[in-house]
């Protein structure tokens, strides 16, 4: 390995470059510092999404490659980024403050549409980069771009809702908390490791008797053949359940979105429709309260920062109505009526009301309600092949929010082209460009709570923490879920859990929250990479040495400032030494290292004049 340069070993180099550069192209010579970029602009898209707080100014987004091999794009490039259309005007322009030689990032411009566009219509635009106009005569790169400038109504055909897009608070939060909490928390059984799996599908696993749980074989053993799962109800009583405690652990678990359950596969729903379309739910048996209004209205007035979202099970196991629509795969959904798995008799699917259709007289005026009456920012759908009028849901649910200046976002559960993925009990090896969330519990392998789980099995609060920051690494959220017990508590163990990292979390909180993946690579073997447009971070997972040299070649340019971010010495600059190889090296103490824990994160500010 080539020693570390000095900066004056360093800057000697360059203007060695320089004069080489100036001699072989009279463009190059045009940097403060020689060394203009190459850049290209590709994948430019007029977005369904507007600014945050704007009054609906669109963004167009698109990615800026340097493709030389050695320049930089700094500041003194004095980069701007801007569009050129008959159908809209400039308001929000562009622009990157570092771009290392062969890399790329994201950029996005703000447009609102000419008077007399109308919203919706398909138009055509110039993207523009200019830079270098600081030192001497600019150079320009564009792309060419169609689209739809505005926002349009969308229509109830999957082709329309294919341009709809996540907003990007979304993108934003980073990391959120999903809640299994129902009937399945009374019996909370799923048996151990290695053949546990899910306690919320008790239900279904008892109808199935050489399942590897054997909950079959444990409720004859347990209940006797006689109680059926709704006699659960009864025991379903959330009596300890404080809403303003719940959202009050999840700020201080840092996370920034919630996803409870409002109704599972069981059917059974948390929240408060009409009876004309069921009586199944905790409005009328078992606790009778609307529990997802007391949790949404807790997180509105304590804390409005937490967005709020509500999962939806498309079908029901046992429904008579959903018989019609019976579907084998996602572990199969019958229909009803149910019976009794021991006696073979038919029971009663408590709560049911005769409709007419399970589709249009059941799931979608409760998918409605969560949208229109609790206001519901994600509608996070579970199983996508089945039955589903997802295109008449979304289409009007989208065009409704929109008018009400809100942007709102559904998973790939619903049965169309979705705005996100959600990779189960897993997560990506690498970068997905396309947005995503892995969803898993605290639990070994269950989303609601299993009394026999051992709290040694348990997500630590280091566990969380690295899941965290290796799946905002590769452009993906984090969903993470709890099950309550059912009185309304929150088991011990996962509190612990979520608020050991809660505290990690937020004191690093900004290489966290709001940051984009390094499009070079997420990082390897212990090292991870998010980043600003103007800071990059860099998080070691594993506890360092005194002396750390970072895999790969970060933009990191001579005057930049490294500090350690989080821990009781945040702030703290380190000494840092940038390699002929490309590679930059950083001191770290014995007591900056003690300072933290888990990871080890460190800022690299782009404080260079270059």
Known sequence: MKSPLSLTAFLWSTRAINKATINNNDVQSRSDHGFPPRLRIHGGTLTSKWFE????????????ANDHPSNFLTLADTLNVTADSDSFDLVTPGTLTRLAPQQQAV????????KGVAPGTMCSATITAIWGAK??????????????????DYSATSTSLEHHWNPDWFNEVKYGIFIHWGIYS?????????????????????????????????????????????????????????????????????????????KHHDGYALFNFSESVSRRSSIHYGPKRDLIGELFDAAKKYHPEIRRGTYFSLPEWYNPLYKHYAYTPGGGFPGGPPINPYTGKEVEYTGYVENGDFIQDIQLPQQNVLAYEYDTEIMWCDIAGSANNAT???????????????????????????????????????????KWESNRGMDPFSFGYNYMTPDEEYLTGE??????????SKNGNFLLDIGPKADGTIPEIMAKGLLDAGKWIMAHGESIYSTRYWATTPGK?????????????????????NTIMFPDKVPYLPGDKITILGGSMSGTEVPAMWGDNGLVTIEVSDELIASDKYIWTFKLDYTSTW
Not at 135 to 152: L, R
Not at 463 to 472: A, E, G, M, R
């Open 107 to 114: 950029v996005q411009i703000g447009v609102k549409n000419k």
């Open 463 to 472: 566990d969380i923490v690295k899941s965290l920051i290796d799946i905002v």
């Open 135 to 152: 030192y001497g005569e600019f150079q320009t790169t564009t792309q060419d771009i169609t689209g739809m400038c505005g926002f349009g």
């Open 392 to 434: 008449i849901f979304a289409s009007a649910w989208i065009n409704w929010a929109r008018d009400r200046g809100r942007q709102v976002t559904f998973n790939n559960r619903c049965g169309i082209a979705a705005d996100f993925d959600t990779p189960e009990y897993s997560t990506n090896d690498d970068i997905v460009v396309r």
């Open 525 to 545: 073997g212990s090292y991870r990479y998010t980043t600003k447009d103007n800071a990059f971070y860099i998080h070691v997972l594993s506890k360092p040495s």
């Open 53 to 64: 707080g704007s009054d609906f100014v669109q963004i167009i987004e698109m990615i800026i």
């Open 186 to 262: 009374v019996p909370a059984f799923g048996n151990t490791t290695p053949v546990e799996d899910y306690a919320e599908w008790y239900w279904k696993r008892q109808h199935e008797p050489d399942y590897r749980t054997e909950t079959y074989q444990y409720h004859l053993r347990t209940y006797g053949q006689d109680l059926v799962y709704d006699d659960f109800i009864a025991n379903f009583t959330a009596v300890e359940f404080d809403a303003k405690e719940w959202v009050d652990l999840v700020a201080d678990a840092g996370a920034r979105y919630i996803v409870p359950v409002t």
